[in-house]
Nanobody, 127 residues
Framework: QVQLVESGGGLVQPGGSLRLSCAAS????????IAWFRQAPGKEREVVSC????????YYRDSAKGRFTMSRDTAKNTVYLQMNSLKPEDTAVYYC????????????????????WGKGTLVTVSS
């Protein structure tokens, strides 16, 4: 059974930090693209960041650049999203998603159709 389980969400003040985790089971993350999506109420789901486990490259939405960092722990089969300098507009349910890698290069790999999804973890940025 393929599963992705997110954790690490919570309530944080503007300017604070959180680290989200995405633990994979039922498959390994080799040769996959792992992405973080988010969706706020009344808003369209958008991809925030992704990582290619083939070459280790990471990609970020413009609004996340310089604030968010993705990383991977191969031994734990887990991907992380370190979020710093959080803003109220970052408030959303964050979802981890994954798909086998393909020939697409660059940011486009983050927007390919994802095969596996977690159930989400809520991040609330508020004073």
């Amino acid at each position: 059974q393929v599963q992705l389980v997110e954790s690490g969400g919570g309530l944080v003040q503007p300017g604070g930090s959180l680290r989200l985790s995405c633990a994979a089971s039922g498959f390994t993350l080799d040769y996959y693209v792992i992405a973080w999506f988010r969706q706020a109420p009344g808003k369209e789901r958008e991809v925030v960041s992704c990582i290619s486990t083939r070459d280790g490259r990471t990609y970020y939405r413009d609004s996340a650049k310089g604030r968010f960092t993705m990383s991977r722990d191969t031994a734990k089969n887990t991907v992380y999203l370190q979020m710093n300098s959080l803003k109220p507009e970052d408030t959303a349910v964050y979802y981890c998603a994954a798909s086998p890698t393909g020939p697409i290069l660059g940011w486009g790999i983050c927007e390919t159709e994802m095969d596996y999804w977690g159930k989400g973890t809520l991040v609330t940025v508020s004073s």
